[in-house]
C-alpha cells in the first residue's frame, strides 16, 4: 500500500485545535481595550507558527493554523459575505454528552442584500499559514455554502431582496466559486469545506426541525449538494477538496445523532469533492455500510479517534475498526484522523494541549501501521 501524495493523507486532522493560554489571555485583553488589534494578530502569528511546528513534528502531512485567528469555525467567515449581518435574535442550540445537556446561545445571521465576495476571506490568515510550513501543506477550513441557510432557512432571508431563492442560491454559489478562485491563486491546493447540516440530516429530529421551519426536510441535503457543486465547478487545477460532516461539537459536547445512511447515496455519489473527513468515533455515527455508496476516485477519512475526551483509544481497536471499514470500501480509499476538531469554537474540548498531541500521534502512527 502507498502513501498518498495529494490531501487527504493518510494520516490526516480536521483542523482546529486548541487555543493556547496565551492566546485566550490575548483575546480576553483586546476585548478589554487594552491591547490593540495589531498586537492580537502579532500572538495569533506566535501560537499559530507554533502549532505548525507541532503538527510537523509529528509527522502530519497537511498543517492547519488550528483557526485561530477565529472565534467559531464558521461564523467568522460567513459574516464577511457581502449582503450577510448578524441579527438581533439569537439561536438556541441544544448540545448534549453524557453529562447532560446545555445551551448555545450564538447571535443568528440575516440575508439583508445580495449576496457577494468583497475581500478574499480568510486569504491573509492563507498566506501567513503557506509562510510557515516547511514539510506540511497549507490546508484553509471554511464553512461550507450549506451553513448559511441551514441555521435560519428561509426565515432569515430577505424576501424583498430574494422573493425567488433560486437567486439567492445562484448568489451565494457564486460567491463561494470566486473565493475558491482567488484562494488558488494564493497557491491553496487543500481546501476543506466543513458541514454540519449534512449529517445533521441524518437525525429525525433535525429534519422535523427543518420541516418546522418550513424547509423540505427530505431533499434539502440534495439542494446543498447542487450548491456545493456550483461553487466548485471551476475550482482550480491542483486544488484537493474534501468535506467535513459533524454532528456538532461544542466543549465536548454534539447535536445530532445517528448514521449517514439518509444521505449516503447523494452524498458520496453526487457530491464533487475528492475526500469526506466522517465522524465513526462511537455509536451514534452509526456503521460503517453506507459507505458502500463511495465511488472509485474518492476517499473517506474515517474519524475513529474522539477530540470529545482525553482517553487515548487502543491500536488495536482502531485497526480492526478500519478493517471492518475496508469490507464497504477498499483499502486503499480509506485514511485516518480524529472524529471533529478540537476546539471548533474558541473554548475547545474538554482535554488538554497533551491528550490533542497525543491522539494526533496516535493517527500517524496507526497510519503508518496499516498503510505503510
Known amino acids: 500500500m502507498t502513501d498518498r501524495e495529494s490531501p487527504p493523507f493518510r494520516a490526516d486532522h480536521v483542523g482546529s485545535l486548541l487555543r493556547p493560554p496565551e492566546l485566550l489571555e490575548a483575546r480576553a485583553r483586546f476585548a478589554q481595550g487594552t491591547i490593540s488589534a495589531e498586537e492580537l494578530a502579532s500572538a495569533e502569528d506566535d501560537a499559530i507558527a507554533q502549532a505548525v511546528r507541532m503538527q510537523e513534528e509529528i509527522g502530519l502531512r497537511s498543517?492547519?493554523?488550528?483557526?485561530?485567528?477565529?472565534?467559531?469555525?464558521?461564523?467568522?467567515?460567513i459574516y464577511q459575505l457581502g449582503g450577510v449581518t448578524k441579527s438581533d435574535e439569537h439561536l438556541e442550540v441544544h448540545?448534549?454528552?453524557?453529562?447532560?445537556?446545555?445551551?448555545?446561545?450564538?447571535?443568528?445571521?440575516?440575508?439583508?442584500?445580495?449576496?457577494?465576495?468583497?475581500?478574499?476571506?480568510?486569504?491573509?490568515?492563507?498566506?501567513?499559514?503557506?509562510?510557515?510550513?516547511?514539510?506540511?501543506?497549507?490546508?484553509?477550513?471554511?464553512?461550507?455554502?450549506?451553513?448559511?441557510?441551514?441555521?435560519?432557512?428561509?426565515?432569515?432571508i430577505d424576501e424583498?431582496?430574494?422573493?425567488?431563492?433560486?437567486?439567492?442560491?445562484?448568489?451565494?454559489?457564486?460567491?463561494?466559486?470566486?473565493?475558491?478562485?482567488?484562494?488558488?491563486?494564493?497557491?491553496?491546493?487543500?481546501?476543506?469545506?466543513?458541514?454540519?447540516?449534512?449529517?445533521?440530516?441524518?437525525?429525525?429530529?433535525?429534519?422535523?426541525?427543518?420541516?418546522?421551519?418550513g424547509g423540505d426536510a427530505e431533499h434539502q441535503h440534495l439542494r446543498y449538494i447542487r450548491q456545493i457543486n456550483a461553487?466548485?465547478?471551476?475550482?482550480?487545477?491542483?486544488?484537493?477538496?474534501?468535506?467535513?460532516?459533524?454532528?456538532?461539537?461544542?466543549?465536548?459536547?454534539?447535536?445530532?445523532?445517528?448514521?449517514?445512511?439518509?444521505?449516503?447515496?447523494?452524498?458520496?455519489?453526487?457530491?464533487?469533492?475528492?475526500?469526506y473527513f466522517l465522524e465513526f468515533d462511537d455509536e451514534r455515527s452509526g456503521g460503517f455500510a453506507p459507505l458502500r455508496y463511495l465511488p472509485k476516485g474518492k476517499m473517506v477519512v474515517l474519524g475513529l479517534v474522539t477530540t470529545k475526551s482525553p482517553e487515548l483509544e487502543s491500536k488495536d481497536v482502531l485497526k480492526r475498526r478500519i478493517d471492518e471499514a475496508s469490507k464497504f470500501v477498499p483499502l486503499e480509499q480509506l485514511c485516518l484522523s480524529p472524529q471533529c476538531g478540537f476546539s471548533s469554537t474558541v473554548e475547545g474540548n474538554k482535554l488538554s494541549y497533551d491528550d490533542e498531541v497525543a491522539k494526533l500521534r496516535l493517527v500517524v502512527e496507526v497510519a503508518e501501521e496499516v498503510w505503510g
Open 231 to 275: 461553487a466548485l465547478a471551476g475550482r482550480p487545477a491542483g486544488m484537493s477538496i474534501t468535506t467535513h460532516s459533524c454532528r456538532g461539537n461544542f466543549q465536548s459536547y454534539w447535536v445530532a445523532e445517528g448514521g449517514y445512511d439518509f444521505v449516503a447515496e447523494a452524498l458520496f455519489s453526487e457530491l464533487e469533492v475528492d475526500g
Open 63 to 77: 498543517a492547519t493554523d488550528g483557526e485561530f485567528r477565529r472565534a467559531s469555525w464558521h461564523m467568522d467567515f
Open 160 to 213: 424583498t431582496v430574494y422573493p425567488d431563492m433560486d437567486a439567492f442560491w445562484a448568489d451565494l454559489s457564486a460567491a463561494y466559486a470566486e473565493e475558491v478562485r482567488r484562494l488558488g491563486e494564493l497557491g491553496c491546493t487543500s481546501l476543506q469545506l466543513d458541514d454540519t447540516s449534512l449529517a445533521y440530516l441524518n437525525d429525525p429530529s433535525q429534519r422535523e426541525l427543518v420541516e418546522s421551519m
Open 95 to 156: 448540545f448534549k454528552n453524557a453529562e447532560g445537556t446545555i445551551s448555545f446561545t450564538p447571535a443568528a445571521l440575516k440575508v439583508s442584500s445580495k449576496i457577494e465576495l468583497a475581500d478574499t476571506i480568510f486569504g491573509g490568515a492563507f498566506e501567513y499559514l503557506r509562510s510557515k510550513v516547511t514539510t506540511a501543506v497549507p490546508k484553509l477550513t471554511i464553512p461550507s455554502p450549506s451553513m448559511v441557510h441551514y441555521r435560519g432557512g428561509r426565515a432569515a
